[in-house]
Every structure is written in C-alpha cells, then in structure tokens.
T-cell receptor, first 113, second 112 residues
Framework: NAGVTQTPKFRILKIGQSMTLQCTQD?????MYWYRQDPGMGLKLIYY???????DKGEVPNGYNVSRSTTEDFPLRLELAAPSQTSVYFC????????????FGPGTRLLVL | ELKVEQNPLFLSMQEGKNYTIYCNYS?????LYWYRQDPGKSLESLFV?????AVKQEGRLMASLDTKARLSTLHITAAVHDLSATYFC????????????FGTGTRLQVFP
C-alpha cells in the first residue's frame, strides 16, 4: 500500500491563480481530511469528508473548495490564490471503526507570491 | 471555541533527563491524540487516549489523559537525541468524525 499520496510536493502560485491539490489514499478509508500548517504552528482543519459525496467545513474553509466523488480521492481546490494561503497542506485519512488513527500524506508546500 | 494549548512551546533538554509536555484543552472531549513531526516531514501517530485515566507507553514516551482536568501529559524518560522532533496533541471535538483540533506543538531538542 502506498498509503496517502499527495501531489504536487511543491508549487509556486501567483496571486489570483487557481490550482488543485491532489490527495489519494489506497486504504479504503471512509474519512478524509485537509489541513494546513503555517510555519511554527499546529495544523488547522480546512475541510473533511466522511464518505463519497459528503463534505463539510472545518476551522478555516474560506478560499478553498473540495469534492469527493470516490472513496480514494479528495482534491482541494484553491480559487484566486492569496499570500495568506502560503502554507504546507496535509491530507489525511482514517477508517471509522479503527479508533483515532489518522494517516497523513507527505504534504504539499505552497508559496503564493 | 475549543482551544488546545501546549506547554512548553520549546524544550531543550539534555540526554538522559526526564521531562513532561502538557496539553490543556478547553471543552469536553473523549479522545486525545499525540503526534510526532520531524522537520520537513509529515505527522506520525504516537498515541490515542480514549478515556479518563488512560495511560499508554511506547519506549521512552508515556502519555496520560485526565478528562476531568482536561489535561493530557506526554512524559519523556531518559531522553535520547532521536526523540528530537515537534510533538502535537490533538483533541476530537465531535464524536465519530475524528474532527481534530491541534495544539501549537512543542519543539523538543535533545542534546548530548
């Protein structure tokens, strides 16, 4: 199993550009999450999903959109990138019933200039 | 608003010494997690604490949970350099969704 994979690893965006961060898991997990981590800080939940077709907002959803059409994939869309979205983005997944363990991807480092 | 606070934020300790990291949270929760993050890396799950009085140990690390005090501790015994990392606690704010609120982290440096 590859676990949770994210692409790209690093990206530079200009202000106002858009992009999609990809996240795929091959563990058949029903729950998936997107977090952002600003320098020297903890993680903040952006969006999460409890299954295909079901998504909900986390702590900091503004400026982002998500969709979940399959169990495996949970892309995060940034519209009109702003410097405040410069961060490291982590995708995670877990299986409800296997208490607690969230498996994290390697992260995508995003710089908005 | 749920707040999760860790202290200290930074800890520099000598090899062989013991120390405790504290995690306080501001509302009731029945799950608390500890994660480790190495510089530039992703997060690794260390412990899941599910009930009041829960204690878990792995090697030189031991975590405990007091839900009445809304406090969890991560105790380090006889620190070694390999334990140098940032440690995060996280609290599940809504049962059955694993929707976590993270603390700001404790950066641990262990020196000879």
């Amino acid at each position: 199993n590859a676990g949770v994979t994210q692409t790209p690893k690093f990206r530079i965006l200009k202000i106002g550009q858009s992009m999609t961060l990809q996240c795929t898991q091959d563990m058949n997990h029903n729950y998936m999450y997107w977090y952002r981590q600003d320098p020297g800080m903890g993680l903040k939940l952006i969006y999460y999903s409890v299954g295909a077709g079901i998504t909900d907002k986390g702590e900091v959803p503004n400026g982002y959109n998500v969709s979940r059409s399959t169990t495996e994939d949970f892309p995060l869309r940034l519209e009109l990138a702003a410097p405040s979205q410069t961060s490291v983005y982590f995708c995670a997944s877990s299986y409800y019933g296997e208490v607690g363990t969230q498996y994290f991807g390697p992260g995508t480092r995003l710089l908005v200039l | 608003e749920l707040k999760v606070e860790q202290n200290p934020l930074f800890l520099s300790m000598q090899e062989g010494k013991n120390y405790t990291i504290y995690c306080n949270y501001s509302t009731t929760s029945d799950r608390l997690y500890w994660y480790r993050q190495d510089p530039g890396k992703s997060l690794e799950s260390l412990f899941v604490l599910l009930s009041n009085g829960a204690v878990k140990q792995e090697g030189r690390l031991m975590a405990s949970l007091d839900t009445k005090a809304r406090l969890s501790t991560l105790h380090i015994t006889a620190a070694v350099h390999d334990l140098s990392a940032t440690y995060f606690c996280a609290v599940d704010i809504r049962h059955n969704t694993d929707k976590l609120i993270f603390g700001t982290g404790t950066r641990l440096q262990v020196f000879p």
